[in-house]
């Protein structure tokens, strides 16, 4: 192994390493992010029971099945609505952690979304003006970020030739809703 082989695989093995760590970080703040979330969901849902309770008294009260109807559904759309905070506080978290966090999680998310071939990156203009000079190393092989930026929020699109994956937090939810919305009922309800 010649001398030039052996720094870029010490450069390898030490960027490896710093990817771990920033992963590492990212997940731990997410589930920071997501603990917030949490404890912000429960005492929204014992909010929503305390009035639930309330409510339910009066319905007692009257005896009014039509009443009785009505709070059920109340009750579902408070649990409905409540979710769809916990979640929309989720993303916006996202798009709010620090700058070294959001593009390691960045970086996260390409490499899960790598395909074959070298991929494009398109970042909204905000990104772009505050990307870290190291993130393209950060990336590794099989990466490009355009300079011009894309029409989105946050995230990024990945591009290769004419196909795009997007990747913007948005969509991501989007993508998973139906699982994060099962999560989050399993986690504020159960």
């Given amino acids: ?33 997501i603990g917030r979330a949490q404890a912000q969901g429960n005492e929204m849902i014992r909010k929503a029971e305390d ?29 409905v609505e409540l979710i769809n905070s916990v979640l929309s506080a989720a993303e916006k978290s996202l798009h709010d952690l620090s700058i070294e966090a959001y593009f390691s999680t960045l970086a996260g998310l390409a490499k899960k979304n790598k395909q074959e071939g070298t991929g ?3 970042l909204c203009e905000r ?13 590794g092989f099989g990466f490009t970020v355009s300079p011009v930026p894309a029409d989105i929020d946050d995230g990024f699109i990945l591009k290769y ?13 989007r993508a998973s809703s139906q ?4 999560r989050a009922n399993e986690l504020l309800f159960s």
């Fill in 1 to 33: 192994m010649s001398g030039v082989e052996k720094i870029i695989a010490r450069l390898n093995e030490e960027t490896e390493a710093q990817c771990r760590d920033i992963i590492a970080l990212a997940e731990e703040k997410a589930a920071q992010i």
């Fill in 127 to 139: 990104d772009l003006r505050r990307m870290p000079s190291d993130f393209i190393d950060k990336l």
């Fill in 161 to 173: 030739g004419e196909i795009e994956i997007n990747c913007t937090f948005a969509a991501l939810f």
């Fill in 179 to 182: 699982e994060l919305q099962a």
């Fill in 51 to 79: 009035e639930a309770k309330r409510k339910a008294a009066q319905i007692d009260a009257t005896a009014n099945s039509t009443v009785v109807s009505n709070n059920r559904n109340s009750i579902l759309a408070a649990k």
């Fill in 120 to 122: 494009e990156m398109l």
